[in-house]
């Protein structure tokens, strides 16, 4: 009996997106097997017989796994396609074979590391909060930033309707004359906006925000708006 798979968990091998979001797809009816939209999650497919395609082009499982990190510029948005018609991160990415799609977001003003791939699983574990992987962000901020406002940051401040994990927060740098700081923090999470918001909750707003590492993966010698291939031994320590 030849083996099949979930539906949702093939679109993420062909690098599509994540499982999670792979699913999200399936329920919005824009996805067919074998000329018919399914909307079912328990949907299982042969890869070796059956067609699947999403938004109406086919997908396949080209095989070989890619990982790109990126230094990502302000100015482009972290999508495969724009509405608005507005530069995306796949707009930087040349020379590559196999369509790759963004590991979670930047927004389109916060410069800094970014990861691409077509490996949908892998993606899933960067991104699913269950695995804490730390991402580290430099963010200016207005004003001279208290040690009590750290603190706070620290220890969990409240965002929408949601409360902060403990975060590492240090002080780089404040500047009386121009009225700034500068802080390091890490987080795990990847609430949208979350860094700016974080800052708003102490009365800080953020002037200028980059991301400096993913894990311990960092982009100080990558020039902004450049990529590289990350290493086997790179990919791996993210999945662990």
Not at 103 to 128: C, E, P, W
Not at 213 to 237: A, C, F, H, N, P
Request: proline share 2%; charged share 30%; net charge positive.
């Amino acid at each position: 009996m030849e083996e099949e798979i979930r539906l949702q968990k093939y679109m993420a091998e062909c690098g599509v997106a994540s499982r999670r979001k792979a699913e999200e797809y399936i329920l919005d009816g824009k996805v067919q097997v074998n000329g018919k939209i399914v909307t079912e999650l328990g949907t299982k497919i042969n890869p070796n017989k059956d067609v699947v395609y999403f938004n109406n082009r086919k997908i396949e499982n080209e095989g070989k796994n890619i990982y790109i990190l990126l230094n990502k510029p302000i100015g482009y948005v972290t999508t495969t396609k724009d509405q608005f018609n507005r530069e995306t991160v796949l707009d930087l990415i040349k020379n590559v074979k196999g369509r790759v799609v963004p590991v979670g977001r930047l927004d389109m003003y916060t410069s800094g590391a970014l990861i691409l791939t077509n490996d949908g699983n892998f993606t899933y574990k960067i991104t699913h909060p269950s695995h804490e992987i730390n991402k580290t962000y430099i963010a200016t901020i207005r004003g001279i930033i208290t040690e009590e406002e750290v603190n706070k940051l620290k220890n969990g401040v409240k965002i929408d309707d949601y409360t902060t994990r403990p975060a590492k927060v240090k002080i780089m740098k404040t500047d009386v004359e121009k009225n700034i700081s500068r802080i390091e923090i890490t987080i795990h999470e990847g609430k949208n906006r979350q860094v700016r918001k974080m800052c708003e909750a102490v009365g800080r707003n953020v002037v200028a925000l980059h991301r400096s590492k993913i894990g311990d993966i960092g982009v100080k010698d990558l020039q902004l708006g450049t990529w590289r291939y990350l290493s086997e031994k790179e990919v791996e320590k993210l999945k662990k």
